[in-house]
Antibody, heavy 126, light 109 residues
Framework: QVQLQESGPGLVKASQTLSLTCVVS??????????WNWIRQPAGKGLEWIGR???????NYNPSLKSRVTLSLDTSKNQFSLRLTSVTAADTAVYYC??????????????????WGRGALVTVTS | SSELTQDPTVSVALGQTVRVTCQGD??????ASWYQQRPGQAPVLVIY???KRPSEIPDRFSGSRSGNTATLTITGAQAEDEADYYC????????????FGTGTQVTVL
């Protein structure tokens, strides 16, 4: 069974860069058919999709964050990473990594997150 | 970005049926997936595709879609179903971007 674990600094100063890593264990990180996603949740608020990266390096980003976000992966370490530049207090949130399964069947296009990390709280300080 | 709109709160009596709805243009063409989130925990997948459930999710959870609305139904709600529920699908206004619903807090009375 796949497991995901976020890691990175819990405090980041405003205007600096937030960097988080998600280590994947228990399954083949390089298997096709999976997208690797980042999702965040400010305290008391809803979930916000940040972006996703495929094993070939292709990425998709939330348009509202696209200018500040970079996702990458390191297959040798079974991990993928998030960089968010020029952070402000609005970026304070719990950050989750998640595995997405995507496919087509006779009912149409199907996509879902089957595995999530526990989440990492990142606080932006002034 | 395009939104997926959910009612903020819904309540249900123990053992009764509750429906959680999610409205958005993208749902006319794409299925929603649904996630349960209990306080302090990561979201958990409950429904995906055309009414599919992970093996560990009870069969009292089901999903459906009509027009621009996806619905998560809990038939015979239990105390442990009290949680926040989020739908998720494509953002119909942007190519290759996802969006989550605004979330519904389900209270079991």
């Amino acid at each position: 069974q796949v497991q995901l674990q976020e890691s990175g600094p819990g405090l980041v100063k405003a205007s600096q860069t937030l960097s988080l890593t998600c280590v994947v264990s228990g399954d083949s990180f390089t298997s096709g058919g999976y997208y690797w996603n980042w999702i965040r949740q400010p305290a008391g608020k809803g979930l916000e999709w940040i972006g996703r990266v495929y094993i070939n390096g292709n990425t998709n980003y939330n348009p509202s964050l696209k200018s500040r976000v970079t996702l990458s992966l390191d297959t040798s370490k079974n991990q993928f990473s998030l960089r968010l530049t020029s952070v402000t207090a609005a970026d304070t949130a719990v950050y989750y990594c998640a595995r997405e399964i995507e496919y087509y069947d006779n009912t149409g296009y199907v996509s879902y997150y089957d595995s999530w990390g526990r989440g990492a709280l990142v606080t932006v300080t002034s | 970005s395009s939104e997926l709109t959910q009612d903020p709160t819904v309540s249900v009596a123990l053992g009764q049926t509750v429906r959680v709805t999610c409205q958005g243009d993208s749902l006319r063409n794409y299925y929603a997936s649904w996630y349960q989130q209990r306080p302090g925990q990561a979201p958990v997948l409950v429904i995906y595709g055309k009414n599919k459930r992970p093996s560990e999710i009870p069969d009292r959870f089901s999903g459906s879609r009509s027009g621009n609305t996806a619905t998560l139904t809990i038939t015979g709600a239990q105390a442990e179903d009290e949680a926040d529920y989020y739908c998720h699908s494509w953002d119909s206004s942007v190519n290759r971007a996802y969006v989550f619903g605004t979330g519904t807090q389900v209270t079991v009375l």
